[in-house]
């Protein structure tokens, strides 16, 4: 596995801060280099590509140190890295169970005959700037352990995932997360009253009400 690499941002292991591992311990990996720039982002340091390539068997080294069998890949954005897929088949063919937080931009279907893995996916809001991006086909892909996830910072982008979740109907976990410190969570849980939302969950972004909001490894 020397011959495959990966653009490695970060290492660390800690909880799963939101989805439907939320409060679960797993190892992170984080990737560097996106295709998107949203407005609202919390890891703007991991945008770029670093060329901080780590070897497949080199990765498998760190994360072997830890005791969790659970993996968070983030970014960035994942599957903007040419050998991610080959990188989850490993990962899952080790036991581990993996689960990749992807921007919606990009075709997610070779993921979904992984065993031992969860789609966490972002269908862009208006607030982001980047919901031209979205690719809407990818919900027909998520499976009932997958996630949909709408990031909202308005009422606009609540208007929005109301829209979207009627016409798409996703099969998969639904969750909103607001933008931290942009939008009350409380208005967010009164539209969901309104709207009847009985199959949507409210996530806050749990490492962040934990540690400070821009600490970074956690």
Known sequence: MKDKKLDINEIFYSIDGEGVTAGQLAIFIRLNACNLRCSYCDTSYAL?????????DHIFDIINQYPSRHITITGGEPLYQEAI????EELSKSGYRINIETNGS??????????KTIITLDIKTPSSNMDCENLYANLNYLRGNDVCKFVVGSIE????????IDYYKPKCNIFLSPVYGLIDPADIVEFMKIKCYDNVKLQLQMHKYIWDPNKRGV
């Open 48 to 56: 770029e590509a670093k060329n901080n390539y780590m070897d497949f």
């Open 106 to 115: 990009i075709n997610v279907k070779e993921l979904i005959n992984i065993d």
């Open 85 to 88: 897929v080959d990188f989850i």
């Open 157 to 164: 982008d609540l208007e929005f995932t109301y829209k979207v």
